[in-house]
Each structure stands twice: as C-alpha cells, then as structure tokens.
Nanobody, 113 residues
Framework: QAQLVESGGGLVRAGGSLRLSCVAS????????MGWYRQAPRKDRELVGA???????SYANSEQGRFTISRDIAENTLYLQLNSLRPEDTAMYYC???????WGQGTQVTVSS
C-alpha cells in the first residue's frame, strides 16, 4: 500500500508563492494517475489538477493559470507550484494517486489579505 506525504504549505501574503510537494513511498510512474485537490472551510473538496502516468496534465480551472503541476519520477515526487496567491486560495491541499486510490493527509495553505 502506497503512502503519500504532502509538504510545503504555510502562511503567505497575497501575491506570494508556495511550492507543494507530495512524496510517495513507491514509484509514481506505477500509478494510473496523480492529482492535487483542495478543500476550503465550508466548501467541498475540489480538483485542482491531475497528471496521467504518461505525463498528460490537466487543470480543473482553465482560467486559473497561476498553478502548475509537475513531477520528478526519480524522486517519487509530485509538485504543485502556487503563484500569485489570493486569500481565496486558502485551503487544505491534498495529494491523490490512483492505483486504485490513495490520499495524503494534506498540507495547509493560508493566504493573508
């Protein structure tokens, strides 16, 4: 059973940036896909973006443009680059992997006004 551990969250001022990491205990190349989700207080968990095993990347919000998914297969790590952060980006950010399905515990991102 794979383990996913997120890190990189924290407190940042509006306009700042963070780089979130998701380290897997097994090779991420063996997953059917991976993705980043987020859940803000009083809201449902929502998909931010995903990457297939072949490297195809998709984003739930095509207008976002501020977030970028990438991976380092050698390091078993999925990344989410968050730029130009806004207070409404405040949420718990979760990593997921489909093999068939694993969830990390999340990393909190808080953006001050």
């Amino acid at each position: 059973q794979a383990q996913l551990v997120e890190s990189g969250g924290g407190l940042v001022r509006a306009g700042g940036s963070l780089r979130l990491s998701c380290v897997a205990s097994t090779s991420i190349a063996n997953f059917n896909g991976m993705g980043w989700y987020r859940q803000a207080p009083r809201k449902d968990r929502e998909l931010v973006g995903a990457i297939s095993s072949g490297g195809r990347i998709s984003y739930a919000n095509s207008e976002q443009g501020r977030f970028t998914i990438s991976r380092d297969i050698a390091e078993n790590t999925l990344y989410l680059q968050l730029n130009s952060l806004r207070p409404e980006d405040t949420a718990m950010y979760y990593c997921a992997a489909w093999a068939p399905l694993y969830w990390g515990q999340g990393t909190q991102v808080t953006v001050s006004s």
